[in-house]
């Protein structure tokens, strides 16, 4: 018995791939959680909300970051989206979008960056009005 493989169910085998590759990268553009930025880390970064990217004072436009290795760094001015790991729970930033004034331009990398969380104050710059009385009891 010959195995027959018809040509046209090859090539449709062929577009299917190529199709899903295409969508797959339209998928991560359009606001699919990307990987952590640590290589070895499984992780999915988890958007932060507005709320917490002002209370740790993240711009959300900055210059566009780092291209490729070996490469001069990206002076675009770019929109920032900001992430958590799932897993190892740091904080990195991604090129989100060109600003309106850069559509056209033609850096396209998106530029994963880690961002230290800050840290938040112990203690008050003066002194408390909460703490031990010092009535005499």
């Known amino acids: 018995m010959k195995l027959f493989i018809n040509p046209v169910i090859l ?18 553009r359009a606001g699919a959680l990307p990987e952590c930025y640590l290589r ?15 209370e740790y004072n993240f711009p959300t436009n900055d210059w566009c970051g780092h291209k490729y290795r070996y490469q001069p760094d990206c002076t675009q001015w770019r929109q920032k989206s900001y992430y958590e790991c799932d897993v190892c729970f740091r904080l990195f930033r991604q090129n989100k979008g060109a600003t309106n004034a850069q559509r056209i331009s033609v850096c396209r990398h998106s530029s994963k960056e880690p961002v230290e969380r800050p840290a938040l104050p112990l203690f ?9 009385s010092t009535a005499a009891g």
């Open 11 to 28: 090539v449709a085998l062929a577009c299917l791939s190529n199709i899903q590759l295409v969508l797959s990268s339209f998928a991560t």
């Open 40 to 54: 070895e880390c499984p992780g999915t970064g988890q958007l932060l909300s507005e709320a917490q990217i002002k």
């Open 124 to 132: 008050a710059e003066g002194p408390s009005e909460t703490g031990p």
